[in-house]
């Protein structure tokens, strides 16, 4: 199972460790996201070139559309001044971009935005729960998520809280 993981690049090391755990503890499991592999971490955004932010946003693209999963972290954004680290919205595109794949969307943390209260977007409370869907899913036809259905996964995901 292929599962791209989108979250703020602030949080890049976080998912980068993330990524490690889930490679290492469920079986068949693949996190596709280049953006947080990449080795040393490139250039933000306003360092890098037109040239290489296309390249990226198509890698990421692509990475997302073809995952069998996308899973999305929230932001912690009860302070009352958002940390600016936080005004990048590729996560949210890349979400979007799954959703009109047909791409299942599993996200992490608390309802953020409008499109969090789509009926196919399940929600878990943390990554322990995240894991449990990812064993479950597992466990049903061999990681094929897409071909389960909207309502298997809800049950999924309510089973995992």
């Given at each position: 199972?292929?599962?791209?993981?989108?979250?703020?690049?602030?949080?890049?090391?976080?998912?980068?460790?993330?990524?490690?755990?889930?490679?290492?503890?469920?079986?068949d499991?693949?996190?596709?996201?280049?953006?947080?592999?990449i080795?040393?971490?490139?250039?933000?955004?306003?360092?890098?070139?037109?040239?290489?932010?296309?390249?990226?946003?198509?890698?990421?693209?692509?990475?997302?559309?073809?995952?069998d999963?996308?899973?999305?972290?929230?932001?912690?954004?009860?302070a009352k001044?958002?940390?600016?680290?936080?005004?990048t919205?590729?996560?949210m595109?890349?979400?979007?971009?799954?959703?009109?794949?047909?791409?299942p969307v599993?996200?992490?943390?608390?309802?953020?935005?409008?499109?969090?209260?789509?009926p196919?977007?399940?929600?878990?409370?943390?990554?322990?729960?995240?894991?449990r869907?990812?064993?479950?899913?597992?466990?049903?036809?061999?990681?094929?998520?897409?071909?389960?259905?909207?309502?298997?996964?809800v049950?999924?995901s309510?089973?995992?809280?």
């Open positions: 199972m292929n599962i791209y993981i989108a979250a703020a690049w602030s949080r890049r090391e976080e998912m980068k460790k993330l990524t490690k755990e889930l490679e290492r503890d469920i079986p499991l693949i996190v596709n996201a280049r953006w947080i592999k080795e040393p971490p490139e250039k933000t955004f306003w360092q890098r070139t037109p040239r290489e932010n296309t390249r990226l946003a198509m890698e990421d693209q692509e990475d997302a559309v073809t995952s999963v996308l899973i999305r972290f929230s932001d912690d954004l009860s001044m958002v940390s600016a680290r936080l005004a919205g590729s996560r595109v890349e979400m979007g971009m799954a959703i009109m794949a047909g791409v599993i996200v992490v943390g608390g309802k953020q935005n409008l499109f969090d209260c789509l196919q977007v399940q929600h878990v409370k943390n990554v322990v729960s995240l894991k869907v990812l064993r479950r899913i597992q466990k049903v036809d061999g990681g094929a998520i897409r071909h389960i259905s909207h309502r298997w996964l049950k999924l309510t089973q995992a809280e």
